[in-house]
């Protein structure tokens, strides 16, 4: 069965920096692109980054762009995230999501992962 | 970025009721147009894609439809299982983006 696991969240001071992960089973990996999804505490969901299936295609929300950094390695059947230049606002849990069509469908996401910035 | 608004923002209903929530978009969307529903402390899970289709397990009191810029989503007969908040979702147009969400409850 599908599964998508995130781990790497935490506390961090404003300004430090994250790097998030999110192991992918169940699915042919390298097929899929892949999205990372937030949500701030009693929110709702804000779409943050997608890859393409090769990581040739990438893109990224206005409120994280240069700041975040989205990867994947197909042999290890990871996606990644890396969040530098960390903010107060940045505070949220964050899902990894399968797109179901390369069109941001979102059929299977992680458990998710709690990042807190704050001093 | 085209704005999607979701009425009611909460629902109180009884089990066994008709319940629907409307999504508006900002602008023309098509039909692309996916329905997510979140429990408490959970994940969001795909309901409906491509405005009216079902995904695969999701029961069949669960429907969709609509195009354009005006959405429908229908519970046929609400069950206590149901309570969740539901988003709406276009991707049509990078970035995509949700509707601000309906908390359902049990009245």
């Known amino acids: 069965q599908v599964q998508l696991v995130e781990s790497g969240g935490g506390l961090v001071k404003p300004g430090g920096s994250l790097r998030l992960s999110c192991a992918a089973s169940g699915f042919t990996f390298s097929d899929y692109y892949m999205s990372w999804i937030r949500q701030a505490p009693g929110k709702g969901l804000e779409w943050v980054s997608y890859i393409s299936s090769s990581g040739s295609t990438i893109y990224y929300a206005d409120s994280v762009k240069g700041r975040f950094t989205i990867s994947r390695d197909n042999a290890k059947n990871s996606l990644y995230l890396q969040m530098n230049s960390l903010r107060a606002e940045d505070t949220a849990v964050y899902y990894c999501a399968r797109d179901l069509s390369s069109g941001c469908q979102f059929d299977y996401w992680g458990q998710g992962t709690l990042v807190t910035v704050s001093s | 970025d085209i704005q999607m608004t979701q009425s009611p923002s909460s629902l109180s209903a009884s089990v066994g009721d008709r319940v629907t929530i409307t999504c508006q978009a900002s602008?023309?969307?098509?039909?692309?147009l996916n329905w997510y529903q979140q429990k408490p402390g959970k994940a969001p899970k795909l309901l409906i894609y491509d405005a009216s289709n079902l995904e695969t397990g999701v029961p069949s009191r669960f429907s969709g439809s609509g195009s354009g810029t005006d959405f429908t989503f229908t519970i046929s007969s609400l069950q206590p299982e149901d309570i969740a908040t539901y988003y709406c979702q276009q991707y049509d147009n990078l970035p995509p983006t949700f509707g601000q969400g309906t908390k359902l409850e049990i009245k």
């Open positions: 602008q023309d969307i098509s039909n692309y």
